[in-house]
């Protein structure tokens, strides 16, 4: 079943132009008639696939590209209705100026990237809109209602071999720069775009003159029947494997691709030069405007992001708290700056007691918790912002803390040890094996002046913490960096010392 769908969806195309060559056949006397229903139908059918692929794919892309169909078969419509009842041999004022307009929701689709931020693309909307009425005016300038002077035709034919050529080249761009889901979209806009400015080209160059009703028109039908087909195919994502240098010409398509809109709306400002000088000034003032103030909006934007990033790098994504590369930074910032003051830097390493075994016991999900629920309490224990609790590695935290006398550091560390303890968080301690509760030990380093190696304070903190942990675990102990000598600390609240 799916098989024969498939097979029916790929006659679609060359049923619609046989249906249209056969009217075209059997019915001499009204072929223009029924020529014009074909005609209006062709991009009306490309509207409702396009509509169908947006309702099943997501919006982006489609929708416009089902709008510029639609903008389109108005203007065919118009141009029905100026032939066939008001007598009118080239396409009406309403016609021409809907069938350039229907280009723009396209150069929007192509211009404007998915993924960039509303106020970004709001400006794009903007000049998307600027764009449409410079088309407007232009086609008001050269062509009054009862139809365009033949020495005006050139000026309106040669603007939309323009606005064609830039649809079809960054179509084509996009679709070889091709990354993601939307990669089929860009296959089909560049089928479609290159086959509308070849028929195009040839019909409004060599067969301006053709009359409606005859065998050209199916050359009308045939970039809209194309259209419909990728967009209401079954397999039409197969045979999309990634580009050539996909990611190096992405990014070059990404950031040229905001200039297809101002670069539309200078070329259409320079050919209305010599109809409107105002207008056209206006409009390169509007594309250079619009485009700085996108820049700008992008380049905060990418501020926004590498201030996110920055910050990220510096956070333990498990914890939440500064990691060990912000650490390491803090530690040898702190540490040059203590050669030109007296003041002091305390180091505190935090282990957890066996925390391996609570691993064992309740699983790495409860051990995560476990370590989150430490770090908040030893972060809340932290005096000043210039102070900084880190985890150091795996179950292992650090602290620096700043200006600070010994004794107060040593009452700083101890309070992270009794408020860790009073969390009253099971260890899965096996009984007489340790605590049944978490808690944590805790190696104080202080250091007056700075005339050694840092490594030397790193390495008295860790001497103590190694001191804390044969001293029976849940304790704090201290050695001064200089001398690595153990240093008495202050009982604790329940007479315990290191």
């Given amino acids: 079943m799916r098989h024969a769908s498939r097979i029916i969806t790929a006659a679609l195309p ?33 509207a409702f696939a396009c509509l169908w692929r947006a309702w099943k794919d997501g919006p982006e892309g489609w929708l416009p590209t089902g709008l510029a169909m639609l903008l389109w078969a108005g203007g065919m419509a118009s141009t029905m209705i100026a032939t066939l009842f008001f007598g009118i041999i080239h396409e009406d004022q309403l016609s021409m100026l809907l069938y350039v307009l229907y280009g723009v929701p396209l150069i929007f689709a192509l211009a404007s990237p998915e993924d ?9 909307a903007a000049l998307a809109a600027a764009l449409g009425y410079l088309y407007y005016i232009h086609v008001d300038k050269l062509m009054p209602d009862t139809g365009a002077p033949s020495h005006e035709m050139a000026a309106l034919l040669r603007m ?13 761009m996009r679709f070889r720069a091709r990354t993601g889901q939307r990669a089929p979209f860009f296959r089909a806009i560049t089928v479609y775009a290159v086959a509308y400015l ?39 994502r197969q045979g999309l494997g990634p580009a050539a240098n996909a990611q190096a010409l992405a990014r070059i398509v990404r950031a040229g691709g905001p200039l297809l809109i101002p670069a539309s709306l200078l070329t259409v ?26 820049t700008m909006l992008v380049q905060l934007r990418n501020f926004e992001e590498q201030d996110e990033l920055a910050r990220l790098s510096h956070v333990d994504a498990l914890t939440g708290i500064a990691n060990r590369r912000r650490f390491d930074e803090v530690l040898a910032r702190e540490w040059a700056r203590r050669r030109q003051s007296t003041g002091q830097l305390a180091l505190l390493m935090v282990d957890i007691d066996h925390f391996k075994q609570l691993n064992d016991q309740f699983g790495h999900a409860v051990g995560d918790e476990r370590l989150r629920s430490v770090a908040v309490v030893l972060a809340a224990c932290a005096r000043r912002d210039s102070d900084l609790v880190a985890r150091y590695g795996g179950e ?15 009452v700083i560390a101890e309070r992270m040890r009794a408020s860790v303890e009073a969390l009253a968080l099971p260890s899965g301690a096996e009984p007489g094996a340790g605590a049944a509760v978490v808690t944590i030990s805790i190696g104080l380093a202080c250091a007056q002046v700075a005339d050694g190696e840092v490594a030397a304070l790193v390495a008295a903190a860790d001497t103590a913490l190694y ?32």
Avoid: M
């Fill in 14 to 46: 060359a049923l619609f132009l046989a249906a249209h060559a056969g009217s075209l056949l059997l019915a001499a006397q009204t072929a223009t008639r029924l020529s014009f229903g074909w005609l209006i139908a062709a991009p009306v059918l490309a």
């Fill in 116 to 124: 960039e931020h509303w106020r970004v693309r709001l400006v794009d």
């Fill in 160 to 172: 939309f071999d323009i606005e064609n050529l830039y649809v079809a080249l960054f179509a084509f």
């Fill in 198 to 236: 070849l028929c195009a080209g040839y019909i409004n160059h060599f067969q301006s003159a053709a009359a409606y009703g005859g065998w050209t028109d199916l050359l009308i039908d045939l970039p809209f029947a194309l259209l419909a087909w990728h967009a209401l195919g079954a397999g039409y």
């Fill in 269 to 294: 400002s320079a050919l209305l030069v010599s109809y409107d000088p105002v207008i056209a000034i206006s409009g390169c003032i509007a594309a250079s405007l619009g485009y700085g103030l996108r």
């Fill in 396 to 410: 292992e935290f650090a602290a620096i803390l700043t200006g600070i006398e010994p004794q107060d550091a040593a």
């Fill in 467 to 498: 001191d804390a942990k044969r001293g029976g675990r849940n304790r704090v102990a201290r050695r001064h960096a200089a001398h690595l000598r153990p240093v008495e600390t202050p009982p604790s609240a329940d007479g315990r010392a290191a």
